[in-house]
C-alpha cells in the first residue's frame, strides 16, 4: 500500500528565512510524486509533478526535488502570501488514484 | 473553463436528514473522484470514478453513503440518513489522461451535521 508522510505538521517562519518541507514516501513503482498548496475555505491546487530522482521543478520561490525515498520543497525568501498547507501525494504504476500526506502548514510572518 | 464546480458551498443540517452534494467535473476530464477533509484524519479519497464507472469505493465509511455518476458532466454523494460525525469538508476533484497535470479539485462543500 502506497503511504506518504510529511514533516513537519506546522512550520513558522519570518518573512525571508528559508526552509524547507519533507514528504517521504513508499510505494511499488513511482508514476509521479505532486505537491499541492491549499489555501484556507479552498481546495488543493496543483503545483508540481516530479517523476524520477534527482529532477527538480521551480515556481517562484518554492523549489521542488526528489530522491528515491522523498520530496523536498524548498521555499527561498518566503512571504507573508506563501502561507497555506502544503500537500504531497504520489501516483504509483498500479494505482488509478493518488495517496496525500497530511500536509505541512506554513505560516510566514511579516 | 470555469473549473470543478460543487454545489452547494455550505450545508447545515439535523442529525437524520438526507444531504446530497453535486459536482460538476471539467469538460473532457475521464476520472472524478471524492474526498473527506477533517482536522483529524486530513484528507480522504472515498470513492472515484473512470468514465463514469465507480473504480474504487472502499473509503466509503459505510452503507450511509452512496454516489453516482450517470453522465461525464455530473456526479452525487448522498448521505442518508446523515450523522453528526459526518460534519467535514467534502472535496470533489477531476483529472484527465495524463498523470502529470494532478488533479483539480472545486471548493468543496462544508457540510455541519447537528
Known amino acids: 500500500e502506497d503511504q506518504v508522510t510529511q514533516s513537519p505538521e506546522a512550520l513558522r517562519l519570518q518573512e525571508g528565512e528559508s526552509s524547507s518541507l519533507n514528504c517521504s514516501y513508499t510505494v511499488s513503482g513511482l508514476r509521479g510524486l505532486f505537491w499541492y498548496r491549499q489555501d484556507p475555505g479552498k481546495g488543493p491546487e496543483f503545483l508540481f509533478t516530479l517523476y524520477s530522482a534527482g529532477e527538480e521543478k521551480e515556481k517562484e520561490r518554492l523549489k521542488a526535488t526528489l530522491t528515491k525515498k522523498e520530496s523536498f520543497l524548498h521555499i527561498t525568501a518566503p512571504k507573508p502570501e506563501d502561507s497555506a498547507t502544503y500537500l504531497c501525494a504520489v501516483h504509483s504504476l498500479n494505482a488509478g488514484k493518488s495517496t496525500f500526506g497530511d500536509g505541512t502548514t506554513l505560516t510566514v510572518k511579516p | 473553463d470555469a473549473g470543478v464546480i460543487q454545489s452547494p458551498r455550505h450545508e447545515v443540517t439535523e442529525m437524520g436528514q438526507e444531504v446530497t452534494l453535486r459536482c460538476k467535473p471539467i469538460s473532457g476530464h475521464n476520472s472524478l473522484f471524492w474526498y473527506r477533509q477533517t482536522m483529524m484524519r486530513g484528507l480522504e479519497l472515498l470513492i472515484y470514478?473512470?468514465?463514469?464507472?465507480?473504480?474504487?469505493d472502499s473509503g466509503m465509511p459505510e452503507d450511509r453513503f452512496s454516489a453516482k455518476m450517470p453522465n461525464a458532466s455530473f456526479s452525487t454523494l448522498k448521505i442518508q440518513p446523515s450523522e453528526p460525525r459526518d460534519s467535514a469538508v467534502y472535496f470533489c476533484?477531476?483529472?484527465?489522461?495524463?498523470?502529470?497535470?494532478?488533479?483539480?479539485f472545486g471548493s468543496g462543500t462544508r457540510l455541519t451535521v447537528v
Open positions: 476533484a477531476s483529472s484527465g489522461t495524463a498523470v502529470g497535470v494532478g488533479y483539480t
Open positions: 470514478f473512470n468514465n463514469n464507472v465507480p473504480i474504487d
